[in-house]
């Protein structure tokens, strides 16, 4: 194969594994890497202009004729610097970002346009670090955006992504929960190739399949104050909730699930959290030595 050919490819990583095998025998493969491992020195400087093919070709024929010529040492030194910090940055262009929390865990997250993210636990947010034409993350689980003022970013998920052009909103997509809360701005939802707007006070959620819009009265999510708050929630979605926070598994098998559960409770304490979810609906509860939390129907 052409060694051209092959260095291209090299350089764009689309080497077939017979062409991985031809490259591998070329001369010029130990100077190639020495290029790129010292561009790696480089990172995180400025970009800098990467050098085009035709020059480093011109630049690879260029032997010295004496390794006691230090003058072209030097100068074949300071090209592995230079064409090596191009070409590495040109690599580290689709570098990605992943952030990820853990039980009862939060994390504050600048993106690369100064919006704002407040992760909560057990989620999830991924993005391009390069944002010069476009401003896109993924999300599993949940979080609250204060998104910069600028073109559209959009949030993906599983469910369904949410664009806005700056805003303040939370989103949960997690298990078979997908819901959609707009603080400030106008926020638009697309879930199932239907497009739905949200101004400011309004929250969307899929209930059975189905979406649905409604209003809310608060001013932020209330995880953000270790709050939890559910209107009009399954009581098994509500168990789920306080299983996940506290890593514990509730055992509710002589109730139905499907029962309906409006109010709210702090998520530093478990006992607090099921007195909450369970007097309001007769129900009473055990906490036994193996963490595990009973369910049971209230005795008359």
């Known amino acids: 194969m052409k060694k051209n050919y092959l260095i291209k490819k090299w350089l764009e990583n689309d080497l077939t594994s017979e062409e991985q095998k031809a490259f591998d025998a070329l001369e010029e493969k130990a100077f190639l890497n020495e290029i790129i491992q010292e561009g790696k020195r480089f990172k995180g400087q400025n970009t800098s202009k990467v050098t085009s093919f035709e020059n480093l070709e011109k630049g690879l024929h260029q032997k010295p004729k004496s390794t006691k010529n230090w003058t072209k040492t030097l100068v074949r030194i300071a090209a592995v610097f230079v064409i090596g910090f191009g070409l590495y940055s040109l690599f580290d262009k689709d570098k990605h970002s992943t952030f990820e929390t853990q039980l009862a865990q939060t994390e504050q997250i600048t993106l690369p346009d100064n919006s704002m993210v407040t992760l909560n636990e057990l989620s999830q947010l991924n993005f391009n670090d390069d944002w010069s ?14 998104v910069a003022k600028g073109n559209r970013f959009d949030v993906n998920t599983e469910f369904g992504t949410v664009s806005v052009l700056g805003t303040q909103f939370n989103v949960i997509a997690r298990d078979s929960i997908f819901s959609v809360i707009c603080y400030e701005g106008l926020v638009q939802v697309l879930f199932n190739n239907k497009i739905t707007k949200l101004p400011a006070g309004k929250a969307y959620r899929i209930i059975n399949g189905a979406p649905e819009a409604f209003d809310i009265t608060v001013i932020q999510p209330e995880w953000l104050r270790s709050m939890r ?4 929630a399954s009581i098994g979605d509500v168990f789920a909730s ?30 607090n959290a099921l007195k909450a979810t369970t007097k309001s ?20």
């Open 281 to 300: 609906l007769n129900l009473t509860y055990e906490i036994n030595s193996k963490n595990v939390v009973v369910i049971r129907n209230a005795e008359e």
């Open 229 to 232: 708050v559910f209107e009009q």
């Open 242 to 271: 306080i299983e996940s926070h506290y890593n514990i598994t509730i055992v509710a098998d002589d109730i139905d699930n499907s029962i309906l559960f409006t109010g709210a409770f702090e998520l530093d304490n478990l006992d």
């Open 133 to 146: 034409k476009e401003r896109n993350v993924k999300l599993k689980g949940e979080a609250y955006f204060k």
